[in-house]
């Protein structure tokens, strides 16, 4: 089947089954799905793991103890080229919030818990492959479809489980809302957190305070030059995103701590940045007070670099978007996604393959109901692409 041919069959068949997504997407963010909320997180998983056995797909339950269980669902076909299409099933939202805002449309926008951020991408995925086995195409070598319990939190027990599957990947969409411009995702920041912890000497701060070292007031100078930091190298960001010390008034502070956020578009942009903390960190702000730093870089987000590989997907996008009727650009962003650690085990990745949306984690989350049907197809096309390239 020729392009033009595949175009015409996924919208017509998409276009068909509109009604449908919207109804299965009342479903799924009615369904109560907090990181947190196990039994709601499995909920989703169940449903998900059912409609693609019905597609032909053998699932694999990585079982979890206190989150929901993470879900991988193979399917091979007659091709060569491993497709891997990733998402998550939480929610930041708290048991409760699906029936005190169950799904709505008010105009052109669907709104409720969950529909951006991103049981809508969750459905993308699963039609766009019905979209396909529509169109009778099955040139894939095999399609990974994962969906994640643990996206939303930073202590994550999915992360191997993505890592491995990326491992047996040759290409990757991840399934997250396009931004709210329609820009799909070729860039993300690396991101890092890590401790400055002071250690002073206390004293009372009134009968003699001479004899007392503040680990708050040499905390507060460190941070003072760590902020200089900022712009070190390109896209370089510190953030001092929270500090803590002492005890009470009348004590001078024997302890102080400060946590952040490291941010750069390059992974080999942080071991230089780290270098420069700890450098600060050993010069004698106050005499008598210790600075160390603690920062585990096996748990930080790595960059989604822009890659030659990136750039093609997004040359390939931009070409398939223009013949469904619009126009779509790649967008960098300092935001974390799963993608970035797909790109990490070297496999090219395109993120924000879902509807467009915005608004996230916010009683007004929305997706564009409008915008259904061409993200969709824009999936179902690209993912037909690299198999036939």
Same mark, same amino acid.
């Given at each position: ?150 996206? +939303? ?54 009968? +003699? ?49 400060? +946590? ?107 997706? +564009? ?21």
């Amino acid at each position: 089947m020729n392009t033009t041919a595949l175009t015409s069959t996924l919208e017509s068949f998409l276009q068909g089954r509109r009604d449908q997504f919207l109804a299965d997407l009342r479903t799924l963010t009615a369904i109560e799905s907090g990181t947190h909320h196990k039994p709601g997180v499995d909920a989703v998983q169940d449903w998900l793991q059912q409609r693609l056995a019905r597609l032909g797909f053998a699932a694999y339950r990585e079982a979890q103890p206190v989150y929901g269980d993470n879900l991988l669902a193979t399917r091979a076909g007659a091709g060569r080229t491993r497709v891997m299409l990733l998402g998550h099933a939480d929610t930041v939202f708290p048991v409760g919030t699906a029936a005190a805002r169950p799904m709505s449309i008010d105009g052109n926008r669907v709104l409720g818990p969950g529909t951006c951020d991103m049981k809508a991408g969750l459905l993308t995925g699963l039609y766009a492959l019905e979209a396909l086995d529509a169109a009778g195409f099955n040139q894939f070598g095999v399609v990974n479809f994962i969906c994640v319990c643990d996206e +939303e939190i930073h202590d994550r027990c999915s992360l191997p489980l993505i890592r491995r599957t990326a491992r047996q990947s040759d290409v990757a969409f991840t399934l997250e809302a396009a931004r709210a411009n329609g820009d799909i995702v070729t860039a993300r920041k690396t991101a890092v957190w890590c401790t400055v912890v002071v250690q002073g000497k206390a004293a009372h701060a009134g009968v +003699e305070p001479e004899k007392g070292r503040s680990a708050i007031l040499a905390l507060i100078r460190h941070l003072v030059e760590l902020d200089q930091l900022n712009g070190l190298r390109p896209g370089v960001t510190v953030n001092i995103g929270r500090i803590e010390g002492g005890t009470q008034p009348n004590v001078v502070a024997e302890h102080a701590r400060a +946590e952040l956020d490291l941010r750069a578009w390059r992974n080999d942009d942080i071991p230089v940045l780290l270098d420069a903390i700890r450098t600060q960190l050993q010069q004698p702000v106050l005499p008598g007070v210790a600075a160390t730093l603690t920062v585990t870089l096996d748990t930080a987000m790595p960059a989604m670099e822009r890659t030659p590989a990136v750039e093609k997907l997004e040359a390939l996008a931009q070409v398939i978007a223009g013949e469904l009727g619009f126009a779509v650009k790649g967008a960098s962003t300092g935001g974390a996604s799963d993608a970035s650690f797909v790109a990490a085990e070297g496999v090219p990745v395109l993120d924000g393959l879902g509807p467009i949306g915005g608004l996230d984690h916010s009683p007004d989350e929305y997706i +564009e109901l409008d915008s259904i049907v061409p993200r969709t197809a824009l999936l179902a096309r690209l993912m037909a692409a690299v198999c036939e390239a």
